[in-house]
């Protein structure tokens, strides 16, 4: 993908990939833990890890290990 822009369809799955990339984009880097009490009350850990892999399929997004905490990052 040529642009860090996530251009997707507005159906609801779309509505919370865009959500979700909107969250990582904003802090550029956060934690799992964080992402997942973050995005709670419209994604649950299943759907959260769906839209995670897409994102990362997508290469929105990256991910690294910091001590023990997975963080995802925003990649450019």
Do not use: F, P, W
Request: proline content about 0%; aromatic content about 6%; some cysteine.
């Amino acid at each position: 993908m040529c642009s860090s822009d996530l251009s997707i369809g507005q159906t609801e799955t779309g509505a919370e990939i865009q959500k979700v990339y909107e969250i990582i984009k904003s802090h550029y880097e956060i934690c799992r833990t964080d992402l997942a009490r973050k995005t709670s009350k419209y994604a649950d850990k299943d759907r959260l890890d769906v839209i995670i892999k897409t994102l990362h399929d997508a290469g929105l997004i990256t991910s690294r290990m910091i001590g023990n905490k997975l963080n995802y990052v925003v990649t450019e």
